[in-house]
């Protein structure tokens, strides 16, 4: 039974620190769209939408509302 305890503290420090690293991730972006020039503001912005929607991030990180409406009705 020891086991189990000592895996499932395991886990979640590995969880704790998966969401400390994306966090911190966040942080990095933000500050990019804020002081980076053009090409990395836009490229913060997509990692940022592929984040915070992960379930409708696709290749070119936008769609059109049409196409989301019709892809969620499925």
Do not use: C, W
Request: hydrophobic share 45%; proline share 1%.
């Amino acid at each position: 039974m020891l086991a189990i305890g000592v895996t499932m503290v395991g886990i979640l420090n590995h969880e704790e620190i998966r969401l400390r690293q994306q966090e911190i991730e966040v942080k990095a972006l933000a500050a990019l769209i804020a002081h980076g020039n053009h090409y990395y503001s836009k490229q913060a912005e997509r990692r940022l939408y592929e984040i915070a929607m992960p379930d409708i991030a696709f290749d070119d990180g936008f769609e059109t509302l049409e196409a989301f409406e019709k892809r969620s009705k499925q």
